[in-house]
């Protein structure tokens, strides 16, 4: 299924067109300001240099503005270029001995650069350094990413991650870092199976697109990915060709789409490495040249957006191409005179391309900066190039950019527009960039109708967790336990490369909580409507006692030393829920979303009492739920969690009894059955006593929601003999009373039945028995 999957992606093939002549590429013009400001400004520090003899342009993927020119000098720039600029320099403070700068990464708010094996971090808002902490081996690289899309937590998360590695060091000894606070504090990461695995490292990354960690290895001229979460952990992605050292760039938008460069080498992946493919050089409809070394190009550098991708080579040469779904092409644009050993290359907007070369000045520190604006729709327009025009003349979603989340049991519908040149018909396409946490059927619903004589065609997207498709292969599918992000991209099948402003559109998909969901307790019966509790006394700084016999404070079931006294947290509470203590119970579970109720949850669930109340327990144990394996309970939980204190029973550690993986033997099938919900009918038995019990709920059922969906409430447990208001041996006497009597009446009575006497005694009798049942039906509960 995984085959048939990348399969599908080996039809895609990058191809680059040459070119003879066309018209001039850009007007080149030079930004020469605020000089004299930086000349007064005066500047300390150790001039940073790149280590490489090419030139990277690093641009924030989500703050176009800002951006790092890597080269000679290094430039950090928040106004895109647009004024001069002194060279970047690190304090002399921070003592990096060699300035010498191997990677850098915007993470966040913050720039991180290696320089000299060393990671350090540069706060771009506040302009302060520092060093990271915890890195104890040199390093010469740095990865991470950025989401762009919302201030989701998710979405913002992923700026958090950042590896630090040394590149090309042997995989098994090698220490890589990994820092989830924005490379301030790095800890040693290792992949499972590192210790096994043959070759040196061409770099550690953080796919956001897949939810995996992917080390590129490579030995003997191939390179591969092994990932780190199941299912893909169990294989490796398909070799390539790995010539020269290559420079490996995540394009931005979380799709997946990785760039492997160096001077006579250029590959492109569309699935976070599991299928790479050399970029081809095509004219017309043919392929020149299957890779770039056989086009005896020379790349000097690269440039990538979420679609597009240019390369300019030492020939002079531009080139310029899209990332489609299916097929990409590159196209040659005309010579010009445009590079030098500092030209670099970047994407200013959609179809904007811009050739940056810095200046030196004579008189002052700053720098100018050359810029050489390239609009490729416009040059593509040019008949010269043979451009086909582009089927499609608009493709529209409100889901662009945007970003959901499903849950489990929950799906998403999308739509779009799309509108075809009259007399083609373009074929839409979507595609998943984790379809192991997703099974999208891809299902694209196309209808099309005529409005204003153009037909226009609308297109509803499904989607859904594959697992409730119920078609999961155990062995494709991610562990549908663990949230995953996803995107998912609607584009053009074969688009045309004319298709510049006919952006795919992409949105991220975060396979997760639903964080607007709550679960509430149903309280219908509350003790103040019955009127056994007084709602005023209960909002009166109401508090009350629990019996040292009653209670735990360490969750382990011993009797405590003192009495409790509990105030009752009416705010948080409210009026507690009544129940009888002698019928057995269940509280009725609700699901919220959005401040609107769902349903009423099916899924198991477990309750603790969170004074550590042990006076009630449950209708089923161990053998009468029918399970096949040892049930946990709050003690073995307790065990385990350590330090995470005593509510720690959840999703992620809930294991059922009922689960034919579970192979733990039923031991104790006598033991009390603690969870609640699910395929039985298990309730809640409360001992003897009246009083308010405080319960946490928490849903362990792994398999209803991602979110750990909690709660907390008050019942109020009456209807109870209160038993030690009586002392023992008043009982006593009038259990012995009342036998006396019996034995009396039943002597006795008979006898006197026929006179008036007895008839009296008679009605007496009737009389007390009638009260009597009223006040014993007060103290058993109205039922
Ligand atoms: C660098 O980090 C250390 C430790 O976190 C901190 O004490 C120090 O103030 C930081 N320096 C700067 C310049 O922010
Ligand atoms: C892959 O991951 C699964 C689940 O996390 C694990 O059980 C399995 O042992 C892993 N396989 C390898 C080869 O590491
Ligand atoms: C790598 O080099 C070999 C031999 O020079 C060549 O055949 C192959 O096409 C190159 N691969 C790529 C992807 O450049
Ligand atoms: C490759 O290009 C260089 C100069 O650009 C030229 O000298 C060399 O002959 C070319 N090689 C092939 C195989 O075309
Ligand atoms: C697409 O969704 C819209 C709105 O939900 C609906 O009216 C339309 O019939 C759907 N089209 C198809 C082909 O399912
Ligand atoms: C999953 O993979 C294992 C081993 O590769 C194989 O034995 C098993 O049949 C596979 N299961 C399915 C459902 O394909
Ligand atoms: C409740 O108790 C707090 C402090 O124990 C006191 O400040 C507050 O006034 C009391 N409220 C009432 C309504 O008695
Ligand atoms: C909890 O389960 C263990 C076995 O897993 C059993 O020994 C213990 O008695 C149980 N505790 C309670 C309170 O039921």
Not at 53 to 64: A, S
Not at 151 to 171: E, K, T
Not at 309 to 319: D, F, H, S, W
Not at 400 to 417: G, P, R, V
């Amino acid at each position: 299924m995984l085959m048939v999957l990348l399969m599908v992606e080996a039809a895609a093939a990058l191809r680059l067109y040459p070119l003879a002549r066309a018209k001039p590429l850009c007007r080149i013009h030079t930004v020469r300001t605020g000089k004299v400001f930086h000349t007064r400004q005066h500047i300390q520090g150790d001039h940073l240099y790149f280590s490489s003899m090419t030139t990277h342009l690093i641009k924030h993927p989500c703050k176009k503005n800002i951006a790092l020119y890597l080269g000679r000098q290094v430039f950090f720039t928040r106004d895109n270029f647009g004024s001069s600029l002194p060279p970047f320099s690190i304090p002399t403070s921070l003592q990096v001995g060699t300035p010498e700068v191997t990677s850098a990464h915007f993470a966040g708010s913050v720039l991180l650069l290696v320089v000299n094996q060393k990671v350090y971090i540069y706060d771009y808002e506040a302009n302060s350094w520092n060093a990271s902490v915890g890195i104890e081996h040199p390093v010469s690289h740095i990865s991470g990413d950025n989401c762009c899309y919302s201030g989701h937590p998710s979405c913002v998360d992923i700026s958090d991650s950042v590896f630090a590695y040394l590149r090309g060091d042997q995989i098994p000894q090698t220490n890589i870092y990994f820092s989830n606070t924005w490379g301030y504090r790095f800890q040693k990461f290792a992949l499972e199976r590192q210790a096994e695995l043959v070759g040196s490292l061409g770099g550690t990354f953080y796919f956001h697109s897949l939810s995996q960690v992917g080390l590129l290895l490579i030995d003997q001229g191939k390179a591969m990915f092994a990932y780190s979460d199941h299912p893909l952990n169990r294989s490796f992605g398909l070799p390539f060709d790995y010539n020269g050292t290559l420079d490996i760039l995540i394009t931005p938008g979380q799709k997946g789409i990785l760039i492997f460069w160096f001077e006579k080498s250029l590959l492109v992946s569309r699935n976070a490495g599991q299928l790479v493919d050399p970029v081809q050089v095509q004219e017309g409809r043919h392929i020149l040249h299957s890779s770039i070394s056989e086009a005896n190009i020379s790349i000097h550098t690269v440039a990538a957006n979420e679609n597009e991708l240019a390369v300019l080579t030492r020939e002079n040469n531009l080139y310029y191409g899209n990332l489609g779904i299916l097929s990409s092409s590159l196209i040659k644009f005309a010579d010009q005179n445009i590079w030098s050993q500092e030209a670099a290359l970047m994407f200013t907007n959609v179809g904007m391309l811009e050739i940056l070369t810095p200046l030196p000045d004579s008189v002052f520190l700053a720098f100018d900066f050359q810029k050489c604006p390239v609009n490729t729709q416009a040059i593509l327009m040019d008949p010269q190039l043979q451009v086909d025009v582009c089927k499609v003349e608009l493709l529209q979603g409100e889901f662009e950019n945007k970003m959901y989340t499903i849950d489990m049991n929950s799906q998403l519908e999308l739509s779009a527009l799309m509108i075809p040149r009259p007399g083609t018909s373009p074929v839409p396409l979507v595609m998943v960039s984790n379809p192991h946490s997703l099974g999208l059927q891809a299902v694209i619903y196309e209808d099309g109708y005529t409005y204003d004589g153009n037909t226009k065609h609308r297109l509803n997207i499904s989607l859904r967790q594959q697992h409730h498709w119920g078609r999961a292969d155990p062995n494709f599918t991610s562990s549908i336990k663990r949230p995953t992000m996803s995107t998912i991209t609607l584009d053009i099948a074969n688009k045309e490369i004319s298709c510049v402003d006919l952006k795919p559109l992409t949105a991220l998909i975060s396979v997760g909580c639903d964080l607007e969901k709550k679960i509430v307790i149903q309280n219908e019966i509350s003790a103040c409507y019955n009127g056994v509790l007084d709602p005023v006394a209960l909002q009166d700084n109401y508090s009350y006692v629990i019996e040292r016999d009653a209670y735990d404070p360490s969750f382990r079931g011993q009797r405590a030393a003192v009495d409790l006294v509990v105030p009752y947290p009416y705010e948080k509470l409210g009026c507690p829920h009544l129940v009888y203590y002698d019928t057995p119970w269940k509280p009725v579970v609700e699901l919220w979303r959005e401040g609107k109720f769902q349903e009423v949850v099916e899924a198991e669930y477990v309750l603790l009492e969170v004074n550590g109340l042990f006076t009630y327990t449950y209708l089923l144990t161990a053998g009468t739920a029918l399970c096949s394996s040892q049930p946990q309970n709050w003690s073995t939980i307790l065990e385990q969690a350590g330090d995470k204190g005593p509510f720690a029973w959840d999703r992620e550690n809930y294991v059922s009894c009922h689960d034919p993986d579970n192979h733990a033997p039923l031991r104790w099938p006598d033991v009390p059955y603690q969870i609640l919900g699910g395929p039985t009918q298990n309730k809640v038995v409360f001992d003897q006593r009246n009083g308010i019990y405080i319960f946490f709920l928490s849903i362990v059922d792994p398999y209803y929601s991602y979110c750990h969906l909690e709660t907390t409430f008050s019942v109020y447990v009456h209807g109870a003999f209160p038993q030690s208001v009586i002392p023992q041996e008043v009982t006593v006497a009038l259990v012995t009373a009342a036998t006396l009597l019996s034995v009396w009446l039943a002597y006795a009575v008979p006898k006197q039945l026929g006179t008036e006497k007895g008839l009296r005694f008679k009605g007496f009798w009737v009389g007390l028995c009638r009260r009597c049942r009223q006040s014993c039906a007060c103290l058993r509960g109205r039922r």
